[in-house]
């Protein structure tokens, strides 16, 4: 008797759910992520590939398509232009039946290539009916299917050379293009079969010009500079820097609101609600992890070689502080590299010893290691960086009179506490980081 009167219950609540108004579509435009709401819909809206758009125009005028390889960084517009290219082949109509679009990255396995892909391929074209001579005219409609294999360096080995026999037996009537990042991790049988596209990283113009073009439709005000931070902390990514713009946006957004919520006088709502409606360079930052010039600056200057004693005790100090303000061991390693690199006061043989060390770190951090050891390690080893690898001039691996200026290493205290000199280079290889105080002078 409960049980049925539950039953009815959840029959009668399954009822009413049903009844309710769709939400509006405008409602759901608002609420879509930028990236899919401004993919670009054709080949002229692709940014910055025009080697790739005029070769697939042309092929879109005469109807008839290879199989295909796309490869390229992320975010560069791989997918969105054989989703392009796709639509502008077949139209609205008939897009759902001539496409298929897998993520390879999800279903890489053999199996999905005997059956759905397969089973895909295989299938005879129906007549298209229903279509006037309007839509033909606009839409070239081939008669050919296109299988679209996104992150198809993903996939096994076996799969990729399952996927040889399907794309020449099915080849009259199925078209393949292959997305991936790594052009590499495709067998060459596969790649061989394929005409190649490189899509290359966007340009700071192009996607410049882009991110503008959605601030503009969106309404947004931005901070000067702020559409190169976003190029910047995306790194070329241009799906990335949307991201970020869109994250951005509803932060602040969300700023406004609990400021009108707040109450109180009317003028000072007005003020408080202008300043804070601007995307600023520090918002972006913020939503993409970059660590503060100020933390990197500590930690720099931490890891200076001392006169006198070790400086592992200032190290860790900082490096205790980075880890419990939730700072990212990756990306303070980024910044780090880029500090070092693009500075011409260091000399290239020890910008190259630096960047193995942090390489170093980075496979460590990669392979799963504790931050805050990786961090500590890092610094630590830094600190001993006050002298060149070959240690003396005449290059016998002992610390003496080097090059640089430097005469001891930074542990020469603590060594000594254990009756040793100074530590010698043929036993713990060192690299110049910095040699303050001496001449020539150069800091990272």
Known sequence: MAANFFNNKARAAAATSSKQKPTDSKGDTRLQPWVEKYRPKSLDDVAAQDHTTTVLQRTLQASNLPHMLFYGPPGTGKTSTILALAKSLFGPALYRTRILELNASDERGISIVREKIKDFARTQLSQPTGLDAAYREQYPCPPFKIIILDEADSMTHDAQSALRRTMEQYSRITRFCLVCNYVTRIIEPLASRCSKFRFKALDGVAAGDRLE????AENLTLENGTVET????????????????????RLVGQK????????????????????????????????????PESVIDRLTQAMQPKKLGSAYEAVAAVVSDIVAD???????????????????????????????????????LVDGSDEHLSILDMGSLDTNMGVDCNGANDYTGKYTNDLYGHGVTAFQGDAKKFGISDLDASLRPCIIFGNEDHSPEFKP
């Open 213 to 216: 073009e959605i601030a503009k």
């Open 230 to 249: 976003l190029i910047k902390c995306s790194e070329g990514d241009l799906r990335r820097a949307i991201t970020y713009m869109q994250s951005a946006a």
């Open 256 to 291: 406004q609101e609990e400021q009108q919520q707040r109450g109180g006088d009317e003028d000072v709502e007005m003020a408080d609600a202008d300043s804070s409606s601007v995307i600023t360079i520090r918002t972006v930052e913020e939503i993409a992890g970059v660590v």
């Open 326 to 364: 939730g700072w990212s061991a990756t990306q303070i390693l980024s910044q780090l590299y880029h500090r070092v690199v693009f500075n011409d006061a260091i000399p290239d043989i020890q910008k190259n010893r630096i960047v193995t060390v942090f390489s170093e770190m980075d496979k460590r």
